[in-house]
C-alpha cells in the first residue's frame, strides 16, 4: 500500500513527519504545495501527482494537509484506502460539505494544547479520535502516529486478503 503524505499549511512535503514516514515505511509521495492557500488549488496539484502513480492509497495529512486528505478522499474514493489525519483542519468552512461517517478506515490523532485548530474540531470523528498530550505540530506523538500507519496498514491488508 502506498503512502500519501500531505503538508500543512505552514509547512513543506519534506518536514519532519515526511522524513519519520519515510524512514520507516520507505518511498512516500509527498506532493509540494508549499505556498499555496486554497483548497480547490491544492486538490489540483494532489490530483496531477496521485495520476502520475496510482493508487489506492492510505494518505496521512497534516492539519491542513488533514482537510485535503478528506476532501480527496471525497472527490476521488477510489483512490484513498485509508485515512491517519493529524490535527486536520476541519475547522475551516469547506469542511461543512464533508460526510465524516462514510470514510475508508480512519484514525485522527490531535493535540489537547492545539493552539492552531482546536482539538474540539475533531470531535464529530467519535471513536476514531485520539486525543493526545501534545501541541499543533505533534512533535512528542510521532509514535502515535507511526503506530497508526501501521493500524491501517493491517485493517487494509487483512480487507485486502479476504
Known amino acids: 500500500m502506498k503512502i500519501l503524505f500531505l503538508h500543512g499549511l505552514e509547512s513543506g512535503p519534506h518536514g519532519s513527519k515526511y522524513q519519520v514516514l519515510r524512514k520507516v515505511f520507505g518511498e512516500i509521495l509527498a506532493p509540494d504545495c508549499s505556498g499555496v492557500k486554497g483548497e480547490k488549488e491544492r486538490l489540483t496539484i494532489i490530483q496531477r501527482e ?15 494537509g488533514g482537510l485535503m486528505a478528506l476532501l480527496l478522499q471525497k472527490e476521488n474514493q477510489q483512490q484513498v484506502a485509508g485515512l491517519v489525519l493529524c490535527a486536520p483542519a476541519i475547522h475551516r ?58 493500524e491501517i496498514k493491517l485493517v487494509l491488508l487483512d480487507i485486502t486478503e479476504n
Open 50 to 64: 496521485i495520476s502520475r502513480e496510482g493508487g489506492p492509497f492510505l494518505v496521512v495529512g497534516s492539519s491542513m
Open 93 to 150: 468552512p469547506v469542511a461543512t460539505s464533508l460526510n465524516l461517517d462514510n470514510l475508508p478506515p480512519t484514525v485522527v490523532i490531535h493535540g489537547t494544547k492545539d493552539d492552531v485548530v482546536p482539538v474540539e474540531a475533531s470531535e464529530p470523528f467519535g471513536d476514531r479520535l485520539i486525543k493526545v498530550d501534545d501541541d499543533h505540530r505533534l512533535s512528542n506523538s510521532i509514535g502515535e502516529i507511526l503506530r497508526a500507519v501501521f
